[in-house]
């Protein structure tokens, strides 16, 4: 069945068309060719490949490329990147096999996909007879967690010309080790780094620092590569990248691949969006449409591909689920299988959304928003890749922004794309890459990528404190310890728990603040799919310990706050409303937990809990209530506390409106009195230790956040506030008080 005469059957279901949002048809787009000039040998290689017209934004990248230029490609899924960064890779392999490339993926598994389609290319040039006796060609290899002991000893012995791997092995295991690696380092031509707007928040601002330490190993072995980048579709990618590498890039954008009809159907269901997901999949698979689910949870993934084989059992081995939980073999056997035609569909989490080409798929399910129009395309780009017409349905979930796209989803069509933050200059970050880059080459006064100078009060409190050494002329600084590496794991920031079995067997890893939130004893821990109960918090071994379960609910934390202004660092006025930025020290407790079922969110039972203060500086906003606002509040007959909390909640809310970031990534904190204010305040703060930049760009855009603040408390049919509103299902408090009415008028005042 084509795509339009199935959405014409769906729409004879009277269910179905009552719960239809919105329908809208995107046109397919015709391609734009543009002659790029290739050697003779290079165009036959790529013609045998079925590779011969070339996409202007193709043509355009690879001659700025050639130009010497770093670039960063943004355009859709499936539109050819990966060939931009190909072809100037190839050519300068050709002109000289010395030459290596360093290929960077967020994730092990996205390089496997690559390393097939550029060794393909590589037949033909090692096939070439002109190339005569020059010497051997060695292809690309993947060295990753998943490459065996055997198989990294051989590639370091004969380093191939290619190394596909990721920020986590540069980090711990290529840039400490960059002797070893003296061959690659000082032929060094090219590092490409792929799915960009992946590095936000912490991750990113980590990643930000390998980077940098890359660019001084190089310079060590006397090689200056170029860089190129390859991202979906976000607000600011010259900016992110040029944070994220240090150097200046110029930003393709403008794509010339064509792109077929697709439709977008977004779904307000009447009753469980999970079982509205489960029966419009097994629509989407009776009527022979090849479909990809996406869910936001694991458990969500499994239960709703348990629901679909009950429900469908002549299903079996026609669907699968995909998680990250999967070992590798098993996540490469269900692409294949995807590939081939075999498996009809899938039902993954975000595990999916990136990288591996997973064939010709024709619908696409999201139940519930992805968090950012970015990663709704690209989850989108998984599906009518090959030229078909492709289906799109979001399906919404019981939370404020899918509620605000169902009402406005011309607010989604028209939207501009987020802004992906991070903060290289987090100061908590810097101090644990310094004594990595130090210990790698030694820091110096004249350094090209740290500026020393500027650094100082952070080296001197390093050496203080006996990590760092200063030379005998106080002029260079070398890490005291051989690998402080190992201490640092940049997906996090803050000393990490690790999370066992009770045999002592270990299951993952916890840092900062997240440790009391989602592993206090009682909790439920989720972690690759699997469910674990904790028993046990051992602050002192730093260790969580818990065992696998199975049950319908999960928990979340109750805590208490207080923060306290350590700097103001900057001012915003808006129509007479100031919003400050700063630094803020902020003091969590947690005093109990709540469990709640997992399908409509009800909660089950209430239960308390002694654990000690978690303290630590961030970066923030606040908002200062003053006697007239006060006054207005309280003489409408509005909860002033209820009325803060709701508007500090729903900002909340907003935020990954602007920025790519989740509703998790961001805190906040109310008060009818702040002492140091003498006045009722609002904050909201990064949830990571040292500030991640996304309260920077929430005042960036503050007369917009309000404004879509506003939106999601106004027209939420709801009486006096729901989790389609102002609830927030991580509420410390229970979301308890909220004046739903105030806050909407307190928003109206401002604006």
Known sequence: MSISDFIESLKKDRRFNLQVAEHKYIPPMKPEYEKLTLSDRLRDILRRRGIELFYSHQVEAINLIRQGENVVVMTPTASGKSLIYNIPVLESIIENPEYRALYIFPLKGLEQDQVKNLNELFEGIEGDPARGTKSPLRRGEVYDGDTTAYRRKKIREAIPNVIFTNPDMLHLAINPFHKKWEELFRNLRYVVIDE????????????????????????????????????????????????????????????????????????????????????????????????????????????????????????????????????????????????????????????????????????????????????????????????????????????????????????????SHEAAVIDPENRNILKRHIPCASSEVYLREDDDIYDVKRLMSLIDELVKEGILNPGRKGDIWFSRRRMPHREVGIRAIGEPFGIVDESGKAIGELSGMRVFRDAFPGAIYLHRGRQYHVAELDLERKKVICSEIDVNYYTQALSKEETEVIKEKEMKNYRGLSVRWGTLKTTQKITGYEKKRIFDRVRISRHGLDMPDYIFETEGLWIKIDKTIKSFIESEGFDLAGTLHAVEHTIIACIPLFALCDRGDIGGLSYTFYPEFKQPAIFIYDGYEGGTGLTKRATEVIRDLLMATLKVIDECPCEEGCPSCVQDPRCGSGNQPLDKEGAKNLLKRWL
Request: proline content about 5%.
């Open 196 to 415: 960009i707007h992946t590095y936000r928040g912490v991750f990113g601002s980590n990643v930000a620092h390998v980077m940098r330490r890359l660019r001084r190993i190089c310079k060590y072995w006397g090689s200056n590569p170029q860089f190129i980048a390859a991202s979906a579709t976000i607000a600011n990618p010259a900016q992110l990248t040029e944070e994220l590498i240090g150097v200046p890039f110029k930003v393709v954008d403008q794509s010339g691949a064509p792109q077929a009809g697709r439709h977008f159907i977004f779904i307000n269901p009447i009753e469980s969006p999970y079982t509205e997901t489960t029966r419009l999949f097994i629509r989407c698979l009776n009527a022979g449409l090849r479909t990809i689910v996406f869910t936001k949870a694991r458990k969500i993934t499994e239960l709703i591909y348990s629901w679909t084989m009950n429900q469908a059992p002549e299903l079996e081995g026609r669907i699968s689920p995909y998680r990250a939980g999967f070992l590798p073999r098993e996540r490469r056997e269900i692409e294949q299988r995807l590939f081939s035609g075999e498996l009809l569909g899938v039902v993954s989490t975000s595990a999916l959304e990136l990288g591996v080409d997973i064939g010709g798929l024709d619908c696409c399910i999201l139940c519930g928003y992805p968090g950012s129009v970015a990663s709704t395309y690209q989850r989108a780009g998984r599906v009518g890749r090959h030229g078909q017409e492709s289906m799109i349905v979001m399906i919404a979930i019981p939370d404020a922004l899918d509620q605000y796209f169902m009402r406005h989803p011309e607010a989604f069509f028209e939207k």
